[in-house]
Nanobody, 114 residues
Framework: QVQLVESGGGLVQPGGSLRLSCAAS????????MSWYRQVPGKQRELVAR???????NYADSVKGRFTISRDNAKSTVYLQMNSLKPEDTGLYYC????????WGQGTQVTVSS
């Protein structure tokens, strides 16, 4: 079965950096678009970034120039490097894949606060 396991969240000061990881299994990882979403209480889950390959990535306007999504197909892992973090980046970050349905990990909390 499809499994997505996120890690790497935490508490960081504004201007700091974090690197999220999502280890995937149960589907042909290298052929699938992988995405990161985030959710804040009371708001809809929003797309942060998605990747098919290094030449095919998309970012939310709010994170362009600060976040970088990447993947290692040999490790079936997708990453989200987050730099210059802002308090408004705070949220629960989810890994997502569409493979005969939508699949989500359990999420990893990112808190940006001084």
């Amino acid at each position: 079965q499809v499994q997505l396991v996120e890690s790497g969240g935490g508490l960081v000061q504004p201007g700091g950096s974090l690197r999220l990881s999502c280890a995937a299994s149960g589907f042909p990882f290298s052929t699938k678009v992988m995405s990161w979403y985030r959710q804040v209480p009371g708001k809809q889950r929003e797309l942060v970034a998605r990747i098919l390959n290094v030449n095919n990535t998309n970012y939310a306007d709010s994170v362009k120039g600060r976040f970088t999504i990447s993947r290692d197909n040999a490790k079936s892992t997708v990453y989200l490097q987050m730099n210059s973090l802002k308090p408004e980046d705070t949220g629960l970050y989810y890994c997502n894949v569409v493979h005969w349905g939508f699949y989500w990990g359990q999420g990893t909390q990112v808190t940006v606060s001084s």
